[in-house]
């Protein structure tokens, strides 16, 4: 995965993945460019970034909160146990960050990319576990709901980070997204080509945790050289 420098000025709009390979480098200050058609905790999420880098710390925090509250909702419909306590751990870090930032105790605008990210990608690990469970109950349609929205917050945890996906995994999404679509209107698509999919999305979300992990580690301790290095 690939990182970008974008301009510190607020953009919303869509942002559309290159195929380019991959290589660990540290995320960059700025802005995340990120839709208002996507889920609605990201919506609370960019609504956090562009209130921090106004120095409207209340209302990045405010944000914040908001996103808390959708993902507290979240948690009553999750049956599967390790899920839920996957998404607890990510409200906590969230209501953490949200004390920090209301107080203006962050050191930078990519410490609330980072945890954003994480929250994202444990969205699609969720919503990816029950698209599986609702395909094999055999309610399609549902399950193509939820195959959607573990894609979007996918895209969403990626764009935090300022990643790309590699080629394979961009025909990856949109072989998912094909049949995602396929589903919500009722057609039929074989199990065994949908489980190996199912596979082949987790492997991805998994992947996508690691990176996320040696993206910020990797940009803290530049940090900390950056601050080390500068004259006294």
């Known amino acids: 995965m690939k990182t970008h420098i974008l301009n510190s000025a607020v953009i919303i709009s869509v942002f559309l993945f290159a195929c380019q390979p991959k290589e660990n480098k540290a995320p960059q200050e700025g802005i995340v460019e990120i ?31 908001l996103a808390i509250q959708y993902m507290d909702t979240i948690i009553l419909t999750i049956e599967d146990s390790t899920r839920k306590q996957i998404i607890r751990i990510s409200i906590s870090e969230l209501i953490e960050l949200k004390e920090h930032v209301a107080v ?33 109950k055999l309610d399609g349609v549902k399950a193509g709901g939820e195959l959607d929205r573990a894609l979007r917050a996918i895209e969403n945890a990626l764009k935090y980070h300022h990643l790309e996906l590699t080629k394979e995994e ?46 910020y580690a990797t940009y803290k301790n530049k940090r900390k050289t950056v601050i080390h290095d500068k004259p006294s």
Do not use: C, W
């Open 35 to 65: 839709s208002t058609r996507e889920l609605l905790p990201d919506v609370h999420f960019n609504g956090a970034l562009v209130g921090f880098a106004d120095k409207q710390y209340a209302e990045s925090a405010r944000h914040i909160g």
């Open 104 to 136: 203006a105790k962050v050191d930078g605008i990519q410490d609330l990319n980072y945890f954003f990210a994480r929250a994202g990608n444990s969205l699609a690990g969720l919503h990816m576990n029950v698209a599986k469970t609702e395909y094999f």
């Open 170 to 215: 961009q025909e990856l999404i949109a072989r998912l997204r094909k049949n995602a679509d396929r589903l919500k209107i009722g057609e039929k698509i074989p199990a065994g080509e949908m489980e190996g999919l199912f596979d082949q999305l987790n492997t991805s979300i998994t992947k996508l945790s690691s990176d996320i992990e040696i993206n």
